[in-house]
T-cell receptor, first 113, second 110 residues
Framework: DGGITQSPKYLFRKEGQNVTLSCEQNLNHDAMYWYRQDPGQGLRLIYYSQIVNDFQKGDIAEGYSVSREKKESFPLTVTSAQKNPTAFYLC????????????FGPGTRLTVT | KNEVEQSPQNLTAQEGEFITINCSYSVGISALHWLQQHPGGGIVSLFMLSSGKKKHGRLIATINIQEKHSSLHITASHPRDSAVYICAAPLGSSNYKLTFGKGTLLTVNP
C-alpha cells in the first residue's frame, strides 16, 4: 500500500544532542513537508521541498535542517540550536499542481529533556 | 496578517446530534482543506473544496468563496467521530504552503 512512514513514533533525547526524524513516502509525490504541532496551536511549517535537491524554509525553520537527496525521503534534523524542540512532528507529501491534497504521516513525538 | 480561524475551539455533543464546525479565512484562496486528527496523532484529509459543497458519508463540507467561509457538518454524529477537525488554506502566494487553523476538538458522547 502507498503511504508515508515516519519513524520512530516516540523519540527521547537529551538537551544538546542533534536528532534526525525519518520521513519516507512511496506515493511518487514531488512535494514534501515538515510541520510542527504544539498544544493549542495550528500546524506550523518548518521546511518544504517541491523537488529533489531543492527545499525552502517555512515559517519556523530556525534550529532545523533538511535534505532531499531522493524523491522518497525527506529527513528532518532537529539541532541543538532549536530552543524548544519538544513537540509532535508531522511529515506530509502531495502531488505537484494546485489542487491536490496533502497526505500526512503518523507523526513522531519528540521529547527533549 | 493571513489567518485561518476556526470555531468553536471545543464542541461536545450527544450521539445522533448534527454538528457544525466553522472556518473563516482572510484572503482569496484556490481551495480549502478539511482534515481530521485522531487522538493517536495521525491526520487524514477529509475534503478539499474550491466551491459549493462536497459530501462523503455523514460528512458535508461547504464553502462560500465570497464570504471567505467554510463549514464542516456531521450528520447523525457518533462517538467514533470524536477527533480534532482542522481547516487549512493556501493563504500565501504559493499554493504549496498551507496555513492551518488551531483545530476544533469534537467529543461525541454515547
Amino acid at each position: 500500500d502507498g503511504g508515508i512512514t515516519q519513524s520512530p513514533k516516540y523519540l527521547f533525547r537529551k538537551e544538546g544532542q542533534n536528532v534526525t526524524l525519518s520521513c519516507e513516502q512511496n506515493l511518487n509525490h514531488d512535494a514534501m513537508y515538515w510541520y510542527r504541532q504544539d498544544p493549542g496551536q495550528g500546524l506550523r511549517l518548518i521546511y518544504y521541498s517541491q523537488i529533489v535537491n531543492d527545499f525552502q524554509k517555512g515559517d519556523i525553520a530556525e534550529g532545523y535542517s533538511v535534505s532531499r537527496e531522493k524523491k522518497e525521503s525527506f529527513p528532518l534534523t532537529v539541532t541543538s540550536a532549536q530552543k524548544n524542540p519538544t513537540a509532535f512532528y508531522l511529515c506530509a507529501s502531495r502531488r505537484t499542481g494546485d489542487l491536490y491534497e496533502q497526505y500526512f504521516g503518523p507523526g513522531t513525538r519528540l521529547t527533549v529533556t | 496578517k493571513n489567518e485561518v480561524e476556526q470555531s468553536p475551539q471545543n464542541l461536545t455533543a450527544q450521539e445522533g446530534e448534527f454538528i457544525t464546525i466553522n472556518c473563516s479565512y482572510s484572503v482569496g484562496i484556490s481551495a480549502l482543506h478539511w482534515l481530521q486528527q485522531h487522538p493517536g496523532g495521525g491526520i487524514v484529509s477529509l475534503f478539499m473544496l474550491s466551491s459549493g459543497k462536497k459530501k462523503h458519508g455523514r460528512l458535508i463540507a461547504t464553502i462560500n468563496i465570497q464570504e471567505k467561509h467554510s463549514s464542516l457538518h456531521i450528520t447523525a454524529s457518533h462517538p467514533r467521530d470524536s477527533a480534532v477537525y482542522i481547516c487549512a488554506a493556501p493563504l500565501g502566494s504559493s499554493n504549496y504552503k498551507l496555513t492551518f487553523g488551531k483545530g476544533t476538538l469534537l467529543t461525541v458522547n454515547p
